[in-house]
């Protein structure tokens, strides 16, 4: 099960706890993605915050720019957004999965803090949403006005979808976190502190699922790093 690390950067201590933000995060795969896809681009650029998760982008950050930056995962943000609720007594919303697993998520939130209120809903399967699937999934969410909205329907679906409907939640922070889902309900283990700390938890996840993973970091990271160094080369022209 995914468990609370305490391994959060302090920079997420920043994040205005009053103020409606969109929260992203990038990584290489999803910055492959983003070159060919521009409405997941301009998602991922005109969020409030996009947080750098993963070593490749915190490397590439500091070899174009010389600035340092923190990687902070998904279930870094994840962990921050319940224990600042949990002070306070908030609410938070999950948007997406299936309705067995949201069921568990909401269930292990109620013993791990249970002074949160807790709410889901399971949006329907399928590529792209009807008008009356939007309708619905904003209902649910208005009605119950969440301090935090998670919303876990993968890359870069999740992003398009909290981006286009930005306007019309009545929320606090939306956090697209993904895969954090599965980490917080043991279908899917989170890498050990030491190897998030020796910035490994990309070969964890490799090795765990090296059939469904191997393009994404053997290839994509190769195309992540060659699309920088090219960067580099027209920053020094």
């Not at 319940?82 to 908030?90: A, E, Q, V």
Request: hydrophobic share 40%; proline share 4%; glycine share 6%.
């Amino acid at each position: 099960m995914l468990k609370n690390t305490g391994l959060y950067s302090q920079c997420l201590t920043k994040l205005d706890p009053s103020k409606k933000m969109l929260i992203t995060t990038i990584n290489a795969h999803s910055y492959n993605v983003a070159k060919k896809d521009k409405e997941f681009k301009i998602a991922l650029l005109k969020s409030d915050v996009l947080i750098p998760d993963g070593v490749s982008v915190v490397w590439a950050k500091k070899w174009l720019s010389g600035e340092k930056v923190d990687k902070i995962a998904g279930a870094d943000l994840f962990y921050y957004e319940l224990n600042r609720l949990k002070d306070t007594g908030g609410k938070c919303f999950f948007l997406g999965s299936t309705n067995a697993t949201l069921e568990t998520i909401t269930n292990r939130a109620k013993l791990d803090y249970p002074n949160i209120e807790v709410a889901s809903y399971s949006p329907p399967y399928k590529p792209t949403f009807s008008d009356e699937d939007n309708e619905i999934m904003l209902q649910k969410i208005n009605e119950f006005e969440p301090d935090v909205l998670f919303v876990g329907m993968t890359a870069p679906k999740q992003e398009k979808w909290a981006y286009s409907n930005l306007v019309n939640l009545k929320v606090g922070h939306v956090c697209c976190i993904g895969a954090v889902f599965d980490f917080y309900t043991g279908t899917v283990n989170r890498a050990p502190g030491w190897m998030i700390n020796m910035g490994l938890e990309w070969l964890y996840r490799f090795v765990k699922e090296p059939k469904r993973l191997w393009k994404r970091y053997l290839i994509g990271n190769a195309q992540f790093i060659i699309a920088i160094v090219k960067e580099k080369l027209v920053k020094e022209k």
